[in-house]
């Protein structure tokens, strides 16, 4: 099975969730556990589930990203790109911004 290299990036206060790192490169299976090409979904929870300690509900709710964080696939809008159902390639870079900031 190959595998894809997805580099990511948290900004905005998201990389406090990913103990201070803001850019990752990660080896992600080409294929999901369905046998499909491995979309943005099964990344989201792949990184909640591997890369996060505690807090995880500032990230994900309902097996999506919370509302208030931006999503880009290769510098574009990940609304414009299917969203989750994005299937990942090689070389993608994916970037979390936090919207929300306290006050």
Same mark, same amino acid.
């Given at each position: 099975? =190959?595998?894809? +290299?997805?580099?990511?990036?948290? =900004? &905005? &206060?998201?990389?406090?969730?990913?103990?201070?790192?803001?850019?990752?490169? !990660?080896?992600? #299976?080409?294929?999901?556990?369905? &046998?499909? #090409? =491995? *979309?943005?979904?099964?990344? !989201?929870?792949?990184? $909640?589930? +591997?890369?996060? +300690?505690?807090?995880?509900?500032?990230?994900?709710?309902?097996? +999506?990203? $919370? #509302?208030?964080?931006?999503?880009? !696939? *290769?510098?574009?809008?990940?609304?414009?790109?299917?969203?989750?159902?994005?299937?990942?390639?090689?070389?993608?870079? !994916?970037?979390?911004? =936090?919207?929300?900031?306290?006050?």
């Amino acid at each position: 099975m =190959s595998n894809l +290299t997805i580099n990511v990036e948290f =900004s &905005g &206060g998201m990389e406090l969730l990913f103990q201070n790192v803001s850019k990752h490169s !990660i080896q992600f #299976p080409a294929v999901n556990k369905e &046998g499909k #090409p =491995s *979309n943005l979904q099964d990344f !989201i929870l792949h990184i $909640r589930d +591997t890369m996060m +300690t505690d807090k995880k509900d500032l990230f994900v709710e309902k097996d +999506t990203v $919370r #509302p208030g964080i931006l999503v880009l !696939i *290769n510098n574009v809008d990940w609304e414009l790109c299917d969203e989750l159902e994005y299937e990942l390639q090689d070389k993608d870079e !994916i970037v979390f911004i =936090s919207t929300l900031h306290g006050g």
